[in-house]
């Protein structure tokens, strides 16, 4: 699995309308207990360097454009990470009157990692996951022919 | 003449190889003090590979001349060096290769790219001075005893079998301060931050994507290279046992590079400026003043 996307993934971290729960999670992954850099994983808070979109929290009406827009500015191939229940659905703000739902309401999501809040194992995992992804799409992105 | 080939060409060809792997080198160390395992020590090149396959989304077609610009220059400037010409040349075109990359941040007019490209003048009006005395340093240290001064750097090599450090121990101490600046290392990385989540994201490089951004990455290492190279000929002389006393001395200054890194907060550009220029004064200055005497 690990060729040319997958061994140096840049993430660019969004805080959504979670409740912090699962932002400090994410941070957690940069501490020396996790060190998420082991993978060539770097939380770069770039979006025109980054390759996985990690969302936490769901999506409201005011954050919708943000999350387009971040989107929109990432060079292909880009992955999205959904990272704990907010994002997947909506979790527990679900009914909220201001919350649309998860990521997938305004952008394609391709890996779910659910929890609340969601683990720092968990959220690597989910990483990792959405490494696969990226190098698949990386490959459809040549078209096929180049490979 | 075949020397200076020899060694232009070595250094075109082999100067990313080895800058990637100091960059390795850095990430693993920095990742060490901080009590983590960090990433394989090749990851600066699996980095820069990603960059490659990545898409390119340009602002503008002036970006893609001037990071060109820059990683030619950058290039050129290692070559003159290497190839053993004249230091007050190599000086000259390493400050016109700077000045590309802030033109090229510049055109994006994105408000982080330009606050970047702001920050890197103010880089670079800090340690140019000291670049500057560091060439006058060699040609007076050269002039000491029966030859004339030189600014060629193959004479400064061999002209005496006692290192110019001897002479020019407080030009090295000042080259060794502003060297923080030129490596983008905390506390002077004020223009480009090698750590995420800074106040201007990735400052002058914010606006660089895929490709654009290997090209800048390469053209560090390049950059990285030259900076030890000059590091190294303030220790090499005529005799055999400079050269490995030389790779000491420049190991030792990249870790030192390292520690403060990791052990300083960044600082505010104008204490940057301020104790650049003290420092070029009290320690490059004073020195050469001295060597005028004899
Ligand atoms: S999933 Fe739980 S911890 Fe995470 S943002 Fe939502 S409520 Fe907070």
Same mark, same amino acid.
């Given at each position: 699995?690990?060729?040319?996307?997958?061994?140096?993934?840049?993430?660019?971290?969004?805080?959504?309308?979670?409740? $912090?729960?699962?932002?400090? %999670?994410? !941070?957690?992954?940069?501490? /020396?207990?996790?060190? #998420?850099?082991?993978?060539?994983? *770097?939380?770069?808070?770039?979006?025109?360097?980054?390759?996985?979109?990690?969302?936490?929290?769901?999506?409201?009406?005011? $954050?919708?454009?943000?999350? %387009?827009? !971040?989107?929109?500015?990432? /060079?292909?191939?880009? #992955?999205?990470?959904?990272?704990? *229940?907010?994002?997947?659905?909506?979790?527990?703000?679900?009914?909220?009157?201001?919350?649309?739902?998860?990521?997938?309401?305004?952008?394609?999501?391709?890996?779910?990692?659910?929890?609340?809040?969601?683990?720092?194992?968990?959220?690597?995992?989910?990483?990792?996951?959405?490494?696969?992804?990226?190098?698949?799409?990386?490959?459809?992105?040549?078209?096929?022919?180049?490979? | 003449?075949?020397?200076?080939?020899?060694?232009?060409?070595?250094?075109?060809?082999?100067?990313?190889?080895?800058?990637?792997?100091?960059?390795?080198?850095?990430?693993?160390?920095?990742?060490?003090?901080?009590?983590?395992?960090?990433?394989?020590?090749?990851?600066?090149?699996?980095?820069?590979?990603?960059?490659?396959?990545?898409?390119?989304?340009?602002?503008?077609?002036?970006?893609?001349?001037?990071?060109?610009?820059?990683?030619?220059?950058?290039?050129?400037?290692?070559?003159?060096?290497?190839?053993?010409?004249?230091?007050?040349?190599?000086?000259?075109?390493?400050?016109?290769?700077?000045?590309?990359?802030?033109?090229?941040?510049?055109?994006?007019?994105?408000?982080?790219?330009?606050?970047?490209?702001?920050?890197?003048?103010?880089?670079?009006?800090?340690?140019?001075?000291?670049?500057?005395?560091?060439?006058?340093?060699?040609?007076?240290?050269?002039?000491?005893?029966?030859?004339?001064?030189?600014?060629?750097?193959?004479?400064?090599?061999?002209?005496?079998?006692?290192?110019?450090?001897?002479?020019?121990?407080?030009?090295?101490?000042?080259?060794?301060?502003?060297?923080?600046?030129?490596?983008?290392?905390?506390?002077?990385?004020?223009?480009?931050s090698h750590h995420a989540h800074q106040e201007m994201v990735k400052g002058i490089t914010t606006e660089l994507t895929g490709g654009m951004m290997a090209l800048i990455e390469i053209s560090h290492w390049y950059e990285n290279v030259f900076l030890l190279g000059l590091v190294a000929l303030f220790i090499l002389c005529s005799k055999w046992w400079s050269i490995p006393l030389a790779l000491i001395v420049c190991a030792a200054a990249f870790f030192l590079e390292v520690l403060i890194d990791n052990t300083s907060a960044r600082v505010k550009w104008d204490l940057m400026l301020k104790s650049a220029w003290i420092i070029t004064l009290v320690f490059g200055a004073i020195n050469i003043?001295?060597?005028?005497?004899?």
């Open positions: 699995m690990a060729t040319k996307v997958a061994k140096s993934p840049w993430l660019l971290h969004y805080d959504g309308s979670s409740c $912090n729960g699962c932002d400090i %999670e994410v !941070l957690a992954c940069l501490t /020396p207990i996790y060190d #998420v850099e082991r993978f060539g994983i *770097i939380n770069t808070g770039n979006p025109k360097h980054a390759d996985i979109l990690l969302i936490t929290g769901g999506i409201n009406t005011q $954050n919708k454009a943000v999350v %387009e827009q !971040l989107y929109s500015q990432m /060079p292909e191939p880009k #992955v999205v990470c959904a990272v704990g *229940i907010c994002a997947c659905n909506g979790g527990v703000f679900k009914e909220c009157y201001n919350i649309i739902g998860g990521v997938d309401k305004v952008i394609p999501v391709d890996v779910y990692v659910p929890g609340c809040a969601a683990r720092p194992n968990a959220i690597i995992d989910g990483v990792v996951k959405a490494l696969g992804v990226l190098e698949e799409k990386r490959k459809n992105m040549k078209g096929g022919a180049a490979e | 003449m075949v020397g200076s080939m020899i060694g232009i060409v070595l250094y075109l060809v082999f100067a990313p190889f080895v800058g990637g792997l100091i960059s390795g080198i850095d990430r693993k160390l920095t990742a060490r003090m901080q009590g983590r395992i960090g990433p394989p020590l090749l990851q600066p090149f699996y980095d820069v590979r990603k960059l490659i396959n990545k898409e390119i989304l340009l602002i503008n077609n002036m970006q893609f001349l001037f990071a060109w610009c820059f990683v030619i220059f950058i290039a050129f400037t290692g070559a003159l060096f290497y190839g053993g010409v004249n230091i007050l040349l190599v000086v000259f075109v390493l400050t016109t290769a700077a000045m590309f990359l802030v033109l090229e941040a510049t055109t994006t007019n994105s408000p982080f790219s330009v606050m970047g490209a702001n920050r890197e003048m103010m880089q670079m009006l800090s340690y140019e001075p000291m670049v500057l005395l560091t060439a006058v340093g060699f040609y007076v240290a050269t002039g000491i005893g029966p030859h004339d001064g030189t600014f060629n750097i193959s004479e400064i090599i061999t002209h005496s079998d006692i290192p110019n450090v001897v002479y020019l121990p407080g030009v090295f101490i000042g080259y060794l301060y502003i060297l923080t600046i030129k490596l983008r290392k905390s506390p002077f990385d004020i223009s480009m003043f001295i060597l005028q005497m004899f």
